[in-house]
């Protein structure tokens, strides 16, 4: 079973969009449900994981009755408030819905590279454990020390690492964040997911580019902990969908059929626990 594991939604008028400005203008347009649905018939992927863009609980709820309307969404990284007094309250409400499978602060777009850690948040991550909820990381290479600190702190906190950490790829940078991204993958059962590559990699990006640094997941997190998924419609900056289909194939081309299998789908479905 094929799963993108990583999808938007947005409709421009609801206005919780604060990073969706019109000088991103392929972006800057509504995309639902029907646009994609034909992408994904025709590259066979059999389901989603749709992942929130705003940091509203408002948009967490529209993701959740999208999904409710559709089947091939299996699961919805929603989005709460860390700092609020009722945050643990909104939580278990949502952590109580059949589709919400993960919550993500939108934490590159956070001043303070040390938020994560603050100490009055250890709360929220012992529910998310105790819900079984992912933490999706959206994190950047200078992220990554806090990230691994987080994980030692809460070891049996579910972790998935959005776009590879999103190396910078167009500039070469490549050797502090491979070290950094082995420290996690050696100390912590963190999943990864192979995605949003082509945007960090620019309009010229190549598979060849990318070979290094998804080789470098691979020899790390091995396959059984690399999860697919577009980042459309945001891939379109630099891709087609199709072409990232393509791009993929052609990265994990000389794995076996189990291990494509396990990037593919299968990963997926165990991290965040989805109901197929």
């Given amino acids: 079973m094929k799963i993108d594991a990583h999808q938007h939604f947005w409709e421009i008028q609801r206005g919780d969009y604060g990073w969706l400005t019109p000088d991103l203008k392929p972006l800057y347009k509504d995309f639902t449900a029907d646009d994609l649905t034909p992408l994904l018939n025709?590259?066979?992927?059999?389901?989603?994981?749709?992942?929130?863009?705003?940091?509203?609980?408002?948009?967490t709820r529209y993701m959740l009755s999208i999904a409710d309307r559709n089947d091939f969404i299996k699961g919805v990284v929603g989005w709460v408030d860390f700092e609020t007094d009722d945050t643990l309250e909104i939580l278990s409400e949502l952590a109580d819905l059949p589709k919400l499978v993960g919550i993500r602060p939108m934490i590159q777009d956070i001043a303070d590279n040390d938020w994560m850690l603050k100490e009055q948040f250890s709360p929220v991550y012992q529910q998310l454990i105790s819900k079984t909820i992912v933490f999706d990381a959206l994190t950047l290479p200078k992220h990554l020390a806090n990230l691994k600190q987080l994980i030692e702190r809460h070891p049996d906190l579910?972790?998935?690492?959005?776009?590879?950490?999103?190396?910078?790829?167009?500039?070469?940078?490549?050797?502090?964040?491979?070290?950094?991204?082995?420290d996690i993958a050696s100390m912590s059962n963190a999943d990864v997911k192979l995605?949003?590559?082509?945007?960090?990699?620019?309009?010229?990006w190549s598979v060849k580019q990318l070979k290094p640094y998804v080789d470098h997941l691979l020899e790390?997190?091995?396959?059984?902990?690399?999860?697919?998924?577009?980042?459309?419609?945001?891939?379109?900056?630099?891709?087609?969908y199709d072409q990232w289909c393509d791009a993929t194939s052609q990265l994990i081309d000389e794995l076996s059929d189990s291990d494509k299998a396990d990037i593919l789908g299968l990963n997926a479905i165990r991290a965040y626990s989805l109901n197929t």
């Fill in 42 to 59: 025709a590259n066979g992927i059999d389901g989603t994981v749709l992942v929130q863009a705003a940091p509203t609980v408002a948009e």
């Fill in 158 to 182: 579910k972790v998935v690492i959005d776009h590879a950490s999103k190396p910078e790829i167009e500039a070469g940078q490549f050797d502090e964040w491979a070290t950094q991204m082995a």
């Fill in 195 to 204: 995605s949003g590559m082509v945007t960090e990699a620019g309009s010229d």
């Fill in 220 to 240: 790390h997190f091995g396959p059984q902990r690399m999860i697919w998924g577009s980042d459309w419609p945001v891939c379109t900056l630099a891709s087609t």
